[in-house]
């Protein structure tokens, strides 16, 4: 059984360095390597980071913590040339994709598990000041009530506990074209063992229908269908999906609009919403350990730590 509670957020720290700074030359004459564009008209002088990426990190939804702590970190930096450019998870990845396959400098927030590490060569910048904090978890929050009106559901999201790597292999299915759905199945089929345990204990009253909410996240999305194919398929639960923004998500779970979500990123990128709505919901535990988030570049990009932009 996992431990309930998360007693103290550890605060993500918000600051960070982001400053552009010049490239040394190659020596070859000029000629270019990716993460070292010159600039025409300048001598032959490589082009600063920032200015290779339009002064841009490529982010994803606005309601995500480790948007917010980018930019408090711009504006705590006066950091006024650069932007945060918000969209999604697909958008993010779609313009990554893009960037990748023309060998061309990109900057994104990156969290893992993720199937884009999977696709394309990654790395996260070095982070020595540790501003992003280190291993995060997913943590399983349900609304108060539940233990008592649906104790077979609130036992089953209790045991609900998988790896990085579980949760990986759903969401390069997905992405390589799976149906979300047929996703999950494929998994829980491969994984007997490890679904039986989940269901240790787990009393029986099917027939229920239970809500739960996820953010549009590949990882969320993977994790979310597992559940919702073991509940249905295995204990005859009725499961409604809700996909909305991640304060929504938080919103629906303390207000008991929903039974629970299994996407709760603590202690860092969803702190300020547990902080917000704590006493209004339960915390079941991780249900998955060793996530991580911060900045993302691909390996052929010619830095290794955020001072490298500075």
């Known amino acids: 059984m996992k431990t309930k509670g998360l007693k103290t957020a550890v605060t993500l720290a918000l600051g960070f360095g982001l400053i552009a700074a010049g490239c040394s030359s190659n020596g070859n004459g000029g000629s270019e390597t990716p993460g070292n564009t010159e600039e025409p008209g300048n001598g032959g002088t490589p082009a600063a980071i920032g200015e290779q990426v339009d002064y841009q990190i490529i982010g994803i939804d606005a309601g995500a913590g480790i948007m917010e702590a980018t930019a408090a970190?711009?504006?705590?930096?006066?950091?006024?040339?650069?932007?945060?450019?918000?969209?999604s998870d697909a958008a993010m990845t779609a313009t990554l994709g893009r960037a990748y396959e023309n060998q061309e400098p990109i900057i994104v927030t990156g969290w893992s598990p993720h199937w884009k590490f999977a696709k394309y060569d990654l790395k996260y910048l070095e982070d020595p000041q540790g501003v992003y904090g280190g291993d995060e978890q997913i943590h399983t929050i349900v609304r108060l009530g539940?233990?008592?009106?649906?104790?077979?559901?609130?036992?089953?999201?209790?045991?609900?506990?998988?790896?990085?790597?579980?949760?990986?292999?759903?969401?390069?299915?997905?992405?390589?074209?799976?149906?979300?759905?047929?996703?999950?199945?494929?998994?829980?089929n491969?994984?007997?063992?490890?679904?039986?345990?989940?269901?240790?204990?787990?009393?029986?009253?099917?027939?229920?229908?239970?809500k739960l909410a996820y953010v549009a996240w590949d990882s969320e999305i993977a994790s979310t269908n597992?559940?919702?194919?073991?509940?249905?398929?295995?204990?005859?639960?009725?499961?409604?999906?809700?996909?909305?923004?991640?304060?929504?998500?938080?919103?629906?779970?303390?207000?008991?609009?929903?039974?629970?979500?299994?996407?709760?990123?603590?202690?860092?990128?969803h702190q300020r919403h547990y902080e917000m709505h704590e006493g209004k919901f339960e915390d079941l535990g991780p249900?998955?350990?060793?996530?991580?988030?911060?900045l993302v570049v691909p390996k052929y990009m010619d830095i290794t730590s955020i001072e490298d932009l500075k």
């Open 146 to 188: 539940l233990e008592e009106d649906k104790p077979g559901v609130y036992a089953f999201l209790d045991n609900f506990e998988w790896t990085p790597e579980d949760m990986e292999s759903v969401m390069v299915d997905i992405f390589e074209g799976m149906d979300e759905e047929a996703a999950a199945e494929k998994w829980v």
């Open 190 to 210: 491969e994984n007997e063992e490890k679904v039986n345990s989940w269901l240790e204990g787990v009393p029986e009253d099917e027939g229920q229908t239970v």
């Open 226 to 269: 597992v559940v919702k194919h073991v509940m249905e398929s295995r204990l005859g639960y009725t499961v409604d999906l809700l996909q909305v923004e991640a304060a929504a998500m938080w919103v629906g779970v303390a207000n008991g609009d929903v039974d629970g979500m299994v996407a709760g990123w603590l202690p860092g990128t």
């Open 73 to 87: 970190a711009i504006e705590q930096y006066g950091l006024s040339d650069w932007t945060l450019v918000e969209g």
């Open 287 to 294: 249900n998955l350990n060793g996530t991580r988030i911060g």
